[in-house]
């Protein structure tokens, strides 16, 4: 099965128009580096807030889709004000895991099971049934549950982080270890060392571990 992720900046008319500029920067370096790290991986920014990605293997859609979350959240704003939506949660983001009819770069068309999943999660957030901030659906029944659970629980920790916490989850997730985190950062390692456990990274890293070691059926 393929993945798609559909995602939208939470409260983006707060921000100033440098920092929606910075961030749209911000968003096309995420994409960059997703497509370095992943074979086949599309992503593009759609009127300046909404976001949709393609993945050629479903198993590489989590990890993406924190990367995506937690890149955005740690973007260093260059204003404080009404922003608290957009400084707790970053985006809202789903996945969807499924098949897909057509999957066109070159004329920017996706359709499919996958999208439509994706798209659909994303429009019903805040409903009672699709509450949060981050969900997975799929076509595999079998996993259906188990993979909202999921997305719920990392939700609820990444909510919770601060944007340096997100910055320093962020290169987690990317492979990096602490001295190179650190030395990117400008910090000592024992402060990355401090912002990975108060956001929970053993527990996120573990989840990622289950995810990608899933056997999605067509």
Known sequence: MVAT????IVS???LSVEDVIGLKARIEDIFRIL???????WGRLIKGDYLECFLPSAGDA?????????????????EEGEKSLFRN???RISIGIGNMRIVDMGRGILDGEAIYLSGRALAGMGSPTKSGTLL??????????????????????LNKATPRQCEVLFYKLLGKNE???ARILGVIQSAVNQHSTASN??????????????NFKL
């Open 179 to 181: 001295h190179e985190i």
């Open 201 to 214: 990274w053993r527990c996120i890293e573990e989840t990622l571990r289950y995810f990608e070691h899933l």
């Open 136 to 157: 997975i659906e799929t076509t595999d029944n079998e996993y259906q549950q188990t993979l909202y659970v999921v997305g719920i629980l990392l939700d609820a920790l």
């Open 12 to 14: 983006s008319t707060s």
């Open 5 to 8: 992720i559909s995602a939208d």
């Open 89 to 91: 949660y970053g985006a």
């Open 35 to 41: 497509g370095e790290r992943i074979v086949g991986f």
């Open 62 to 78: 989590l990890r993406a889709a924190l990367i995506i979350k937690c890149g955005i959240k740690s973007f260093k704003l260059s």
